[in-house]
């Protein structure tokens, strides 16, 4: 049953981001924006670019996860479709889980494959490549969490618009700390793996915890 | 406080088996405001409860008590014997709202297919027949962007007639829809009702009912 349900969920959303291609880009493109103008501001010289670069990515992949946040329940919420997840005989906060890997799959993984490229474009040192992604793979994923939670908080509302980026930064801050601080570490030769294990610590709390904390928001906010 | 009244308009004859929806003392506050209740009343499998009343006397909101989707402040809810949990509910009941639940981008089809993976569906039906039988056959690869009110309302009476659940809780089930579409809906309760399911139906009018045994729910303002 669970299994099915999540089949379907998958495909719909999979269906909706095809047929509308041009937004489902739109975080992506955005990213991919903030990397060139940094790339082109700080163009002239290569090593100040090196020094920020995994400053940028990271700010750069978070905020295109930022930008499609607002849209992750909302839709759901104005046809009913949420009424519907929450009479479903599948847990609501099991149809939470597979739609916020949803939103993590679409606005995060297409950045996670482009990191390379994108590093190569800031001048990144090839050997704090590796770090960097493992702390991609790991943050991307508690971001779009945490987001869900905030996300299905202001699902009651008409229009959230910034609100959501408010009530989301504090708690991105800290992942941004440890994501972007991993590889800094990495940079000064330092050992990341300890940065790296409390991603990973928080990415499993938080994909136990946000899925049930986002469904009793969405809960409250439809009652 | 309250002036509901539950009276039988046809004699069914007793059974011993619990009655599918049994409602006791059930009393629906909004802001300290009480919006129903008490209310007390029962159905049978093979029985649909036509609730009746004004605007704004609560029908819907009875109804989303029923379902699961509003909390109610005082009184109990048994289905089939059994004091309704969520788990119970969502197997036992199939809610039709005022929202259609229907994706814009998807097609008919699609929508349904995809509601059927959500809900699961009975055995023997298929979405393609459920939407010959709701008077939509031709109509599987239009965009659900592109149906009329009446044929997206046509469209969730499919999802409802591939539901496994026994009871149906149908918001305002003939809005929007011309007389053949009423008519439909009346067939359908039959049919629903003949195979030993119930149904709960809101209006606010005169519409011909269902030629079936038939209770009446007359819900009135509170004093």
Redesign the interface.
């Known amino acids: 049953?669970m299994a099915?349900?999540a089949?379907?969920?998958l495909?719909?959303d999979l269906?909706?981001l095809w047929?509308?291609r041009g937004d489902s880009l739109q975080p992506a493109l955005f990213a991919l924006l903030v990397v060139v103008l940094f790339a082109l501001a700080l163009g002239a010289e290569p090593q100040a670019l090196a020094k920020v670069a995994p400053a940028v990515l990271w700010l750069a992949v978070l905020l295109a996860g930022l930008l499609a946040l607002d849209t992750l329940f909302r839709?759901d919420a104005?046809?009913?479709?949420l009424?519907?997840?929450?009479?479903?005989?599948?847990p609501l906060w099991w149809?939470v889980l597979v739609r916020t890997f949803m939103h993590w799959g679409s606005s995060a993984l297409p950045l996670l494959v482009a990191t390379p490229f994108l590093g190569e474009l800031l001048h990144l040192p090839h050997e704090q490549l590796p770090v960097l992604l493992a702390s991609l793979a790991l943050g991307t994923p508690l971001l779009s969490l945490l987001g869900a939670v905030v996300a299905a908080l202001t699902v009651g509302m008409r229009r959230s618009g910034i609100l959501v980026a408010l009530l989301a930064l504090p708690l991105y801050v800290p992942v941004l700390v440890f994501g972007a601080g991993s590889v800094a570490a990495a940079a000064q030769g330092l050992d990341p793996t300890g940065a790296l294990l409390l991603l990973a610590a928080g990415l499993v709390v938080a994909l136990v915890l946000a899925p049930l904390a986002a469904a009793a928001a969405i809960r409250i906010a439809?009652? | 406080m309250n002036g509901a009244r539950a009276f039988r308009a046809a004699t069914p004859e007793q059974t011993t088996a619990p009655p599918l929806l049994a409602v006791r003392g059930l009393r629906f506050a909004r802001n300290e405001q009480p919006v129903f209740g008490p209310l007390d009343f029962a159905v049978d499998a093979g029985e649909a409860l036509l609730v009746q009343g004004d605007n704004g006397v609560g029908k819907t909101t009875l109804l989303r008590v029923l379902a699961g989707l509003l909390r109610a402040d005082k009184g109990d809810i048994d289905l089939d014997g059994r004091r309704a949990s969520a788990t119970l509910r969502a197997h036992a009941i199939a809610y039709l709202g005022h929202l259609p639940a229907l994706k814009a981008d998807l097609t008919a089809l699609e929508n349904l297919r995809f509601l059927c993976g959500l809900h699961g569906r009975r055995r023997a039906q298929v979405p393609e027949t459920a939407m010959a039988i709701v008077g939509l056959a031709g109509y599987e690869d239009t965009l659900a962007r592109q149906l009329s009110a009446g044929q997206k309302k046509r469209l969730s009476l499919a999802r409802l007639w591939l539901s496994p659940a026994p009871l149906w809780l149908l918001d305002e089930p003939y809005a929007n829809l011309d007389l053949e579409g009423i008519n439909l809906v009346n067939r359908m309760v039959q049919a629903h009702l003949r195979e030993g399911g119930a149904a709960l139906l809101t209006t606010h009018g005169a519409y011909a009912a269902p030629p079936v045994r038939t209770r009446m729910l007359v819900m009135e303002r509170p004093a």
């Open positions: 049953m099915s349900a089949r379907a969920l495909a719909r269906r909706m047929r509308r839709g104005e046809d009913g479709s009424e519907q997840w929450m009479l479903a005989p599948v149809l439809l009652s």
